[in-house]
Each structure stands twice: as structure tokens, then as C-alpha cells.
């Protein structure tokens, strides 16, 4: 015990202050030297400790192989099953991996698109409808015109060929009109002669 009697002994004193005593000074740095030995011992018994203890789990895997590696493999499945979030691909963006509560959003967000879509295309139907009927209301008109028309004898087969042509000529000018701005809005082609 001679390290503790020379702890008792000798006075830390810092840099610059006097001594109230007659005895050793040791500077901070002297005490780690001389404590180095304590914690060096405290580390060895640490050490040795845990060795002892290395040795036991070192030996009971010898003995339980079969169990040590069922143990890892279990716990490799627990941390996958319940460290890793399931994922799976996303509706809207293939490429993209979406976990359950994006998914969720995802069906919601598409639901609420489609049904959209979908009453826009009732409504689209509907307004298709309406014009069928309109236009059947208007031949049937036509069809009511011309048996009234032949039924009272006032029936002229020159003005009904009078009008089919006056609907085929009209027909012929838009058509004209349209051809017109077509070759009026189409780029230029400069054609080079042919060399022969």
C-alpha cells in the first residue's frame, strides 16, 4: 500500500500558488502516471471478468448449436417482420413503392378521381341522348312534312329535287372553304428542277 501512503503524503497544488506546507509537489500529470497502475489492474480484473464470461456463452453455443442458430434466424425475422415496413407499388406512379397508409390515400384519391370521371361521363351520355332525340324529333318531322305533303296531293317532286340540290351545293361550298384554308395555312415547298 505504499501508492496510498504517498497519496496522504504529497499535495496536488496548481501552477503559480504557493506552498502552505513542506512536501512533494506533484502535478496533475504525475498523478495519472502513478494511478496508471490502479486502473490498469482495474481494467485487467474488467477484462479477465468478461473473458470468464466470453468463455461461458462461447461454450454454451458449442453445446447448442442448433439452438444458437435457430435464436439468430429468429431474430433476423423479428427485425424484418417488425423493423421493415411492408411495401408495395403505388397505383398512381408504378415505379414508385407506397406502405399501407399511402396506399389507403392512394385508393381514396382514385376513388374520389373516378367517380368523377364517371359522373362526367353519365353527364356526357345524357347530353348525347338528348341530341339523338332531338335529331330523330327532327327527321320525324321531316317524315310527318312529306306525308302531309304527298296525302294532300301539294307534293312536287321538282322541289324536293331543287332542294337535295341546293343541300348537295351547299355541302360542296363548305367543303371548298375548308380546302381553301388548308392550302392557304400549309408551309411552302420550293421545288428544285430535276437534273437529268
Do not use: Y
Amino acid at each position: 500500500m505504499k501508492s496510498s501512503l504517498m497519496d496522504e503524503r504529497m499535495a496536488v497544488i496548481p501552477m503559480g500558488c504557493t506552498r502552505p506546507f513542506n512536501g512533494p509537489v506533484i502535478r496533475p500529470i504525475t498523478m495519472v502516471a502513478m494511478h496508471r497502475g490502479v486502473v490498469c489492474r482495474a481494467a485487467r480484473r474488467d477484462f479477465e471478468r468478461k473473458g470468464k464470461i466470453m468463455k461461458e456463452i462461447a461454450k454454451w453455443i458449442r453445446h447448442n448449436q442448433g439452438i444458437f442458430v435457430a435464436l439468430i434466424i429468429s431474430a433476423g425475422v423479428i427485425v424484418w417482420t417488425l423493423g421493415c415496413e411492408t411495401k408495395v407499388e403505388s397505383l398512381v406512379e408504378p415505379d414508385k413503392k407506397v406502405n399501407r397508409a399511402e396506399l389507403l390515400i392512394e385508393v381514396e384519391s382514385e376513388t374520389t378521381r373516378l367517380l368523377a370521371e364517371l359522373d362526367q361521363l353519365a353527364r356526357l351520355g345524357v347530353l348525347r341522348i338528348e341530341e339523338l332525340d332531338r335529331k330523330k324529333a327532327i327527321a320525324s318531322e321531316l317524315m310527318k312534312f312529306a306525308a302531309i305533303s304527298t296525302a294532300g296531293g301539294g307534293f312536287n317532286p321538282s322541289g324536293l329535287v331543287t332542294l337535295a340540290f341546293s343541300i348537295l351545293g351547299f355541302g360542296a361550298v363548305v367543303d371548298n372553304r375548308l380546302k381553301d384554308k388548308l392550302i392557304k395555312n400549309r408551309p411552302l415547298q420550293v421545288l428544285e428542277p430535276e437534273q437529268d
